[in-house]
């Protein structure tokens, strides 16, 4: 006889506080002309309709937002920056070269913006949102809404309804833009919604480098958010190098979506380093979109304390002959938290292309935890991909060493993590970003 | 004039007794050699004067300019003036052999003024081409990432200009299973020789005779059973080579049992 198997039935209670929802309107939603209006309207009824993601769905499994105070969040009222601490200097120095083409700061409530008049001359668009709305409504219908759907979740539809400003850039066919072009998202201020947009067109032979940081003070107990879409298309045979940091205080949850498309024979080289906010959800997905397409996604992470940072990256093989070159790698510290969830695509007929993705990650306390998941999905038989994915500790002997050269141990361990990066250093083509990858590097681990 | 005392040292790995009260004098000015068979702890005993946090001292003094070093972390020992040559140095990447010496001057100008601003990239540069000069060393070698895909012999002339940069009164060489490469036991020997003299004691670790017919020891000890069992002059390792071990393990094995 054979027994029966005991069935256990375990139950676990979830928290009875409900998760707050956001008490945005539709009176907070910007006017703007026909298409600009449309395209907020749907990204409103998107917003209505979709829950704020749980744990149960598949992408936001290991980042839980229970804790989001979202009912709390406002929206910046115009001017609110002149009452908020002033955006920190170092952020406005050029980081890529000696000097900026033009520059763009963004506060709550208010905007800054420089543009070399020679790019002007050239036909080169470099302004913030708002001004393009007002100036600039065909070469808006052109970018808004065409790589980031408002409906892939909660906080597209979030940063498409309510984005209450942003950059758009377009560098005309053929116009090679030597100078930089910098922009930065400056968020003081408790409980406030940071909503930006970032359109980026950068048309047929083109070229440019665009730098766009984000950042904000420190507020003890408070909390504040910042959604935001980001969309490039990189037309055929264009280039971009294209820089991301954030160093959102530890009370911001940052959320983005962000989708470069690149056409035939374009490149993308795509920089990003990460070492804010309390919480970070961001999706970036690159898809190679016409024969020959090239990108590389760089990505720098440093998260130390309670913070969790998940990067959530896509190359989508679209086309054949397409080459992406992907490699993440992070440091932890404290009870902190990374996860890296990365995935290859390649579309049936997306012959010859050469994928490649890589994550990895440096634990350096018992605490701190790295997840990290790579993932392909290959719908052509003539493909090379391949992918890698670690995660490991600080190991002894080369602090041992480091240390028998007289090298203190808090020293050695900050040259063991800068040779960790190192490979992350050989792929940024500038002194000024990995210095400051440095910088954060030496402030993680003072 | 500075030595190095090694006192009745007991030393265990995994709660595995391996140096079982070892005592030994190193002098500056003067090269000792350490010889002896395999497994006997000659490695250990390296590692454990330089500080290696695997090895667990249970017994002992190891005293160096009236301190007890035992008590100090591996940087402190050596910027006190102790040097280990690794047998097998780690690869460092992202750091300049260059880069890396600059940090290892600086710490040390630091540790004795804080507010120190590190040694001037010119004179840097000025000592760094002199020592690779002395070390007849190709200039490229110094932008090369530390040890990072190095040749064994790339490794060695590593050690040798690290040693030569930071100038220890005491250089610990743990070459015990070299003796099989003879290029890079002459680029030891070679930089020892170079590098000798009153201010540099030196004692050498080594499993075959070999290396001693290039660097010339005032005194040869045997290990076995982590101790010394038999110190002379530099006939004693000749007397080895001729002989081998087991004499003087037959020997000692005679008095443990009549102990």
């Given at each position: 006889?054979?027994?029966?198997?005991?069935?256990?039935?375990?139950?676990?209670?979830?928290?009875?506080?409900?998760?707050?929802?956001?008490?945005?309107?539709?009176?907070?939603?910007?006017?703007?002309?026909?298409?600009?209006?449309?395209?907020?309207?749907?990204?409103?009824?998107?917003?209505?309709?979709?829950?704020?993601?749980?744990?149960?769905?598949?992408?936001?499994?290991?980042?839980?937002?229970?804790?989001?105070?979202?009912?709390?969040?406002?929206?910046?009222?115009?001017?609110?920056?002149?009452?908020?601490?002033?955006?920190?200097?170092?952020?406005?120095?050029?980081?890529?070269?000696?000097?900026?083409?033009?520059?763009?700061?963004?506060?709550?409530?208010?905007?800054?913006?420089?543009?070399?008049?020679?790019?002007?001359?050239?036909?080169?668009?470099?302004?913030?949102?708002?001004?393009?709305?007002?100036?600039?409504?065909?070469?808006?219908?052109?970018?808004?809404?065409?790589?980031?759907?408002?409906?892939?979740?909660?906080?597209?539809?979030?940063?498409?309804?309510?984005?209450?400003?942003?950059?758009?850039?377009?560098?005309?066919?053929?116009?090679?833009?030597?100078?930089?072009?910098?922009?930065?998202?400056?968020?003081?201020?408790?409980?406030?919604?940071?909503?930006?947009?970032?359109?980026?067109?950068?048309?047929?032979?083109?070229?440019?480098?665009?730098?766009?940081?984000?950042?904000?003070?420190?507020?003890?107990?408070?909390?504040?958010?910042?959604?935001?879409?980001?969309?490039?298309?990189?037309?055929?045979?264009?280039?971009?190098?294209?820089?991301?940091?954030?160093?959102?205080?530890?009370?911001?949850?940052?959320?983005?979506?962000?989708?470069?498309?690149?056409?035939?024979?374009?490149?993308?080289?795509?920089?990003?380093?990460?070492?804010?906010?309390?919480?970070?959800?961001?999706?970036?997905?690159?898809?190679?979109?016409?024969?020959?397409?090239?990108?590389?996604?760089?990505?720098?992470?440093?998260?130390?304390?309670?913070?969790?940072?998940?990067?959530?990256?896509?190359?989508?093989?679209?086309?054949?002959?397409?080459?992406?070159?992907?490699?993440?790698?992070?440091?932890?510290?404290?009870?902190?938290?990374?996860?890296?969830?990365?995935?290859?695509?390649?579309?049936?007929?997306?012959?010859?292309?050469?994928g490649y993705q890589a994550n990895r990650n440096l634990v350096l306390s018992d605490?701190?935890?790295?997840?990290?998941?790579?993932?392909?999905?290959?719908?052509?038989?003539?493909?090379?991909?391949?992918?890698?994915?670690?995660?490991?500790?600080?190991?002894?002997?080369?602090?041992?060493?480091?240390?028998?050269?007289?090298?203190?141990?808090?020293?050695?361990?900050?040259?063991?993590?800068?040779?960790?990066?190192?490979?992350?250093?050989?792929?940024?083509?500038?002194?000024?970003?990995?210095?400051?990858?440095?910088q954060y590097i030496a402030d993680k681990m003072s | 004039m500075s030595?190095?005392?090694?006192?009745?040292?007991?030393?265990?790995?995994?709660?595995?007794?391996?140096?079982?009260?070892?005592?030994?004098?190193?002098?500056?000015?003067?090269?000792?050699?350490?010889?002896?068979?395999?497994?006997?702890?000659?490695?250990?005993?390296?590692?454990?004067?330089?500080?290696?946090?695997?090895?667990?001292?249970?017994?002992?003094?190891?005293?160096?300019?009236?301190?007890?070093?035992?008590?100090?972390?591996?940087?402190?020992?050596?910027?006190?003036?102790?040097?280990?040559?690794?047998?097998?140095?780690?690869?460092?990447?992202?750091?300049?052999?260059?880069?890396?010496?600059?940090?290892?001057?600086?710490?040390?100008?630091?540790?004795?003024?804080?507010?120190?601003?590190?040694?001037?990239?010119?004179?840097?540069?000025?000592?760094?081409?002199?020592?690779?000069?002395?070390?007849?060393?190709?200039?490229?070698?110094?932008?090369?990432?530390?040890?990072?895909?190095?040749?064994?012999?790339?490794?060695?002339?590593?050690?040798?200009?690290?040693?030569?940069?930071?100038?220890?009164?005491?250089?610990?060489?743990?070459?015990?299973?070299?003796?099989?490469?003879?290029?890079?036991?002459?680029?030891?020997?070679?930089?020892?020789?170079?590098?000798?003299?009153?201010?540099?004691?030196?004692?050498?670790?080594?499993?075959?005779?070999?290396?001693?017919?290039?660097?010339?020891?005032?005194?040869?000890?045997?290990?076995?059973?982590?101790?010394?069992?038999?110190?002379?002059?530099?006939?004693?390792?000749?007397?080895?080579?001729?002989?081998?071990?087991?004499?003087?393990?037959?020997?000692?094995?005679?008095?443990?049992?009549?102990?």
């Amino acid at each position: 006889m054979q027994e029966k198997p005991k069935v256990i039935v375990s139950r676990t209670r979830r928290p009875e506080t409900a998760v707050k929802g956001f008490n945005f309107t539709e009176a907070d939603i910007r006017a703007g002309n026909d298409f600009v209006a449309s395209y907020r309207a749907s990204a409103w009824s998107a917003f209505k309709r979709l829950p704020l993601p749980d744990t149960s769905l598949e992408a936001w499994r290991r980042t839980d937002i229970h804790a989001l105070p979202a009912d709390k969040f406002k929206f910046a009222p115009e001017g609110a920056y002149k009452d908020l601490s002033p955006v920190r200097e170092d952020l406005l120095r050029p980081l890529v070269a000696d000097q900026h083409g033009g520059q763009i700061v963004l506060l709550p409530g208010g905007v800054k913006v420089e543009l070399d008049e020679k790019l002007s001359a050239k036909g080169v668009i470099f302004t913030d949102l708002r001004t393009a709305e007002e100036k600039h409504p065909d070469l808006l219908a052109k970018m808004l809404g065409k790589t980031v759907n408002v409906e892939e979740g909660k906080f597209s539809a979030l940063a498409g309804a309510f984005a209450r400003n942003g950059v758009v850039l377009y560098v005309p066919k053929g116009v090679t833009v030597e100078e930089p072009l910098h922009s930065v998202l400056w968020g003081p201020g408790p409980d406030i919604a940071h909503i930006s947009h970032i359109l980026v067109l950068v048309d047929e032979g083109a070229s440019v480098t665009y730098v766009h940081e984000a950042a904000s003070p420190d507020l003890k107990g408070a909390n504040s958010m910042h959604a935001s879409i980001v969309e490039i298309q990189v037309m055929e045979n264009a280039s971009m190098k294209f820089v991301e940091l954030q160093s959102w205080g530890r009370h911001v949850w940052n959320f983005s979506h962000e989708r470069a498309r690149v056409e035939r024979g374009g490149s993308l080289d795509w920089i990003f380093g990460a070492i804010g906010s309390r919480l970070t959800k961001n999706f970036s997905e690159l898809d190679l979109a016409g024969e020959g397409a090239q990108g590389r996604m760089s990505g720098f992470y440093f998260t130390d304390g309670d913070q969790h940072l998940d990067h959530d990256t896509q190359q989508n093989h679209l086309a054949p002959h397409t080459t992406s070159d992907l490699l993440f790698k992070g440091a932890l510290k404290g009870k902190s938290r990374s996860v890296w969830q990365g995935m290859i695509y390649v579309a049936p007929g997306a012959q010859k292309t050469d994928g490649y993705q890589a994550n990895r990650n440096l634990v350096l306390s018992d605490q701190a935890r790295a997840d990290s998941i790579p993932g392909l999905e290959i719908l052509a038989d003539d493909v090379r991909c391949t992918h890698g994915a670690t995660v490991g500790k600080l190991e002894q002997e080369p602090l041992f060493y480091l240390k028998s050269r007289g090298i203190p141990q808090a020293e050695a361990e900050k040259i063991v993590v800068e040779g960790f990066f190192d490979p992350i250093f050989q792929r940024i083509p500038f002194e000024g970003v990995r210095e400051r990858f440095q910088q954060y590097i030496a402030d993680k681990m003072s | 004039m500075s030595q190095l005392e090694i006192k009745n040292l007991h030393v265990n790995i995994e709660g595995k007794e391996i140096l079982k009260g070892l005592d030994l004098t190193v002098e500056q000015g003067k090269v000792h050699a350490i010889m002896g068979p395999n497994g006997t702890g000659k490695s250990t005993l390296a590692y454990t004067l330089m500080g290696h946090p695997s090895y667990a001292v249970t017994e002992g003094d190891v005293i160096f300019k009236g301190q007890n070093i035992l008590e100090l972390e591996p940087d402190e020992r050596s910027r006190l003036g102790i040097f280990l040559a690794f047998q097998y140095p780690v690869a460092i990447p992202g750091v300049t052999v260059a880069n890396f010496l600059r940090t290892a001057i600086n710490a040390r100008r630091r540790a004795e003024n804080p507010e120190d601003k590190g040694i001037p990239i010119p004179e840097f540069r000025k000592l760094l081409k002199e020592k690779m000069a002395m070390l007849k060393m190709d200039q490229n070698f110094a932008g090369r990432y530390l040890n990072d895909g190095f040749s064994g012999g790339e490794k060695k002339r590593a050690e040798i200009l690290q040693m030569a940069t930071l100038q220890p009164e005491i250089a610990i060489l743990d070459e015990t299973d070299s003796g099989l490469d003879i290029d890079a036991l002459r680029i030891v020997a070679d930089g020892v020789n170079t590098l000798m003299g009153k201010d540099l004691g030196v004692l050498v670790i080594t499993h075959y005779q070999r290396l001693l017919n290039y660097i010339k020891p005032d005194y040869v000890h045997v290990m076995i059973g982590g101790r010394i069992v038999e110190s002379g002059g530099p006939d004693l390792a000749l007397h080895l080579e001729e002989k081998g071990y087991e004499w003087i393990r037959e020997k000692y094995v005679e008095e443990e049992a009549a102990a």
